[in-house]
Structure formats: structure tokens, C-alpha cells
């Protein structure tokens, strides 16, 4: 399941997007415009900032902005970023251990099968293509 932090990161992103003709995007227009409460918006920004997917900019005249064109961010980084990964299963997490019934599991190819689907979905995807409904 998408958590509610992955799901407000992309419309923030989206939403940032819409807006990049200004430089940078004060915090509290954001919230007001997500209906986003500011404390919990502040964390997922700090994400993304550390993530270098946004930039931000203290004191006057700060926010935040995009570091890059719409048509180059994925759904999928974005998701990750927030998730630390996409994978269905814990052995196809990118840190997991490798495990010792992989070579004898019936349902692995299964797993692989669909980490692969969701993977190939969210990549596939990306900001420009939701901002212009290309779905």
C-alpha cells in the first residue's frame, strides 16, 4: 500500500510543477493549497530536498522549487523516495538478504513477476504526463 507521505509528495510535486514559473514556492502556500497541515508538509520537503529532487531556499523570498523539468521525474522515484522502495515482498527489497528458500520457492517468480510490473507502471509514468492527463 502507497502511504499517505508518498501520496502527498506527489501532489506537492505535481503541485510545484504547475507552479514553476516563480522561483521558489514559500511552505505555507503549498499547505494551503494541498490542504496539507505545514508540519507534516515540512517533513516530506525535507525528502525530496535530501532526495535532490527539490531544492529549497530559507528566509525571504525562499521556498522550494524543482530542480528539474516535469517530463524528467518518475512517478516511481518519487514513490521510492518516500517508501524507500516499491517492492512487494521483503525478499526483493534491495537490501534483503538473500534467502536461503529462494532457490526452491514456487511463488518467487510470481513476486519477481509482479515487482516488475509495478516497477515498469510507476517508471513509466511521469509528472508532465500526469500534469497533462496522459494516463
Known amino acids: 500500500m502507497i502511504s499517505t507521505k508518498a501520496r502527498y509528495a506527489l ?34 520537503l525535507k525528502i525530496l530536498v535530501k532526495g535532490n529532487i527539490l531544492k529549497g531556499l530559507c528566509g525571504k523570498g525562499g521556498g522550494y522549487r524543482l530542480t528539474r523539468l516535469p517530463g ?20 526483493l527489497m534491495p537490501e534483503a538478504e538473500a534467502c536461503p528458500r529462494s532457490g526452491d520457492c514456487i511463488t518467487l517468480p510470481l513476486w519477481k513477476k509482479y515487482d516488475t510490473l509495478i516497477h515498469d ?8 504526463d500526469l500534469m497533462e492527463g496522459r494516463l
Open 11 to 44: 501532489r506537492v510535486m505535481i503541485d510545484l510543477a504547475q507552479h514553476q514559473e516563480e522561483e521558489y514556492i514559500p511552505l505555507k502556500e503549498i499547505a494551503k493549497r494541498q490542504e496539507i497541515s505545514e508540519k507534516y508538509l515540512e517533513i516530506i
Open 72 to 91: 524528467e521525474y518518475t512517478v516511481g522515484e518519487i514513490i521510492e523516495l518516500t517508501e524507500s522502495t516499491l517492492a512487494p515482498v521483503a525478499c
Open 121 to 128: 507502471f510507476f517508471y513509466g509514468i511521469t509528472l508532465e
